[in-house]
C-alpha cells in the first residue's frame, strides 16, 4: 500500500511540474514575445523621422527643416524598397507618404507613398498608384 501512495505523490509532482512548464511556455510565446515585438516596432516608428531628417544619413534624408528636398526625394523613390529599407536601417516593414494640413494624404509621383507594398491606407497599398 506505501508503493502506491509513493507513486501518486509522484504523479501528481509530475502533473504539477508539467501544467507549471506548460504555462510558462504559452506565457514567454504568447504575451511577452508579442511585448518585446511592440517595444521593437515602437522604437523604429520614433526613429524613422529622426533618420529621414537627420544630418548624419546625408544619402537618405530628404527632409530638411520643414521643407522636401525634391532631388533627394526622386533619389528616394528610385530605390527599390529592399534598398530604401537598407540605407535607412530599418529592419520593420513601412511607408513614408505626407499629409496636408487637413490630414489628407498628399500623393508622391502619383502614388500613396514610398515603402512598403504589405502597408495599406483604405484597402490600397503604400505604392499603389492615387486615382
Partial sequence: MKRAQTFSTDAI??????????VLLFYLSGPAASNKQNEKLRAE????????TSQQNITGVFIKST???DQKLEEALNLSYESLKALLGMQSDFCIYFEDEKGN????????GI??????FSGKGCNE???
Fill in 13 to 22: 509532482i509530475g502533473v504539477v511540474l508539467f501544467i507549471v512548464a506548460a
Fill in 45 to 52: 516608428s520614433e526613429r524613422l523621422p529622426a533618420v529621414l
Fill in 67 to 69: 521643407k522636401v528636398d
Fill in 105 to 112: 494624404i498628399v500623393p508622391i509621383r502619383n502614388k500613396i
Fill in 115 to 120: 515603402g512598403s507594398p504589405l502597408v495599406n
Fill in 129 to 131: 498608384t492615387v486615382s
